[in-house]
């Protein structure tokens, strides 16, 4: 039983020496699933650290649980992409200094064999056409931004599908809801830099496509806000004005436009328009 | 002084039922004393009480006239003795590393171990107490209280389970202890033991010292 | 099954070069984990030997309390602890949230009822006579806890890999508390949620056979100890 000390011991300091280390200068950020998974935040994250000197985390979740965590203090800063709900966070005075960064746009995908009929159609008449058909469609149902965009394209065709059969809401992330969509043969809405993500997982197997694209109601836009230091006293305020201006910077705004995916580019810069 | 151990009135409950009723108990040093009686009479519940392993319901036991209960003074071998799942070499030297006592451990397990007839204390001292037969128990058992050089050895039915060398063999070590003037109450239902260690008998279910 | 091909290929790959993300993640889930086991035992052990051990009143009921909460679902505790450590919380103040100290103690609350229940059972069914055993010998009551301890080491042995196991595969706690940070806070069963929900199973099914791994060289040190134990 001599060696059982050591072992003790040994883990101890193995345990020990993988406690964090905090840096001076960290900043939390609270942002939306997509921008982890198409890796932009990969990509930028050591050049953020570099220009600034600031070492950046963040936790990837819906909007909306991302908005919640602001509320709480439990984030510095935010990067989310929900217009509205941004509003309503920054006017009851949970957050300041909301600027509008880059955009992408949402999709509609659905299967090859577009059951509904909906290629080509406006978003609104798809979306009508995927009702009447009472097509498989598959909803985040996570409260994130995509999910909220995609219940204001409902609401703006006058339609209340939540009840019905054919509407699954997973309560799952985006790639998640992708596999479910190709699984149930559905049809759903995504961010395109996921969709091209996925689409790069799948390959030639995969059994979905876009079916209505390019429509100025599938238009998402990304934003970066300051958690109110006036309600969180504990936040960041100064780190986070550093963080806002640097992605409004143009050598940033210009890498955003260079990042690419399986070859495409992903997301718009359209800081101070 | 040479009283170890007088009661009164003494009396043990449980649940309800009176398993012993003593109306005196004295032991002086250097006596043996048996413990005699049909099951039940209360002999182990005497032995645990002697043992301080619990207080009796009502009236008193005094060790030396009063004061602490002399648990380091006083040791018990259960009729079926437990060992702990260690080495033959722990389980014998147990109560001398309790007491804090770090050398000439090694003098008092060979001593204990030979007093219980063990004549290759090399080879036992490693083995587990677990891979060990009834009557090894039993004396390992004796050997681990023996090497405490208790005032009061008390012993309930120690032969009664065990085979014949093996009983030789306590029989023996007990008297040993007798003679170099141990204390000894022992429970027995044995006439054989009774004749071979001798002393004063204390017949129970009757309440009264014969 | 071509994603078990690819998993175990990419497990291999994962074993031979590993990168920076994944030693973090095995780091993380280990430090973590130990972190949270030690806590548990140094609270639970005495916990467990005086509810297993001592006659009071209200004994059966806490029992049946620390027996229920074996039960408790991982993302309640995630759950009730988060609104505790949020900055907003009572002990928001120690910011504690989307930190390994966070999730050790939601992790720690995961592994105490294993710990109290499963040592105060073998307390229970441990033989009388070993106390009794004991205090002839001239056991203190220090000595006697100690001893019954040591006694009962294979069962605390046991409850100790069997809550490491609990608290090692867990993802409800680790996701809502430690917030899933990379290099911070990922953990092996975080980063297999997060690889499955970027549809990369290959890599998930990778880091379980990884995680695995760990659970199997954990378990054979128990068995050496174990063996070494028995002389």
Known sequence: MKTFPQIVLFVLALALTTAPVQAADTLMMATTTSTQDTGLLEYLNPIFLKETGIELKWVAVGTGKALEIAKNCDADVLLVHAPASEKAFVEAGHGIDRRQIMYNDFVLVGPKSDPAKVADKSTADALKAIYQAKAPFVSRGDQSGTHKAELKLWKASNLAPDKESFYISAGQGMIATLNMAAEKNGYALTDRGTWIKFSGQRGATNPLKIVVEGDKALYNQYSVITVNPAQCPKTKAALAKKFEDWWVAPTTQQRIA???????????????? | MNLLYEGHNIQQIYAGVTVLALTSFVLRRGEVLALTGPNGSGKSTLLRLLAFLERPAHGELLWRGGGN????????????????????????????????????????????????????????????????????KQRVALAARLALRPKALLLDEPTSSVDVQSARAIVNAVRKAIDAGTSVVYATHDRQLLDALGGRELALGTGSLS | MNYFAQGFAKAWELLLHMDAATVSAIQVTLGSTFCALCAALLLGLPLGFALGYCQFPGRRFLRLISDTLLAFPTVLIGLVVYAFITRRGPLGEFGLLFTVPGMVIGQTILALPIVVSWLAQAVENLDRRCRQTLLTLGATPRQLILLTLRELRFAVAMIGVTAFGRVVTEVGIATMLGGNIRYATRTMTTAIALETSQGEFGQGIALGLVLLL???LVNALLVILKRRGRT
Do not use: C, W
């Not at chain 1, 260079?258 to 328009?273: H, I, R, T, V």
């Not at chain 2, 003074?73 to 147990?94: A, G, I």
């Open chain 1, 258 to 273: 260079d990042f690419k995916l399986e070859g495409k580019q992903l997301f718009f810069p359209n800081a101070g328009k």
């Open chain 2, 69 to 136: 209960a002399p648990r380091r003074d006083v040791t018990l071998l259960l009729q079926e003795p437990y060992l702990l799942r260690d080495s033959v070499y722990r389980n014998v030297t147990l109560g001398l590393l309790l007491r804090g006592q770090k050398k000439g451990l090694r003098e008092a397990f060979e001593a204990a171990m030979h007093a219980v007839g063990f004549d290759q204390t090399a080879g036992m001292a490693g083995r587990s107490s677990h891979a060990l037969s009834g009557g090894e």
């Open chain 3, 214 to 216: 760990i659970a199997f």
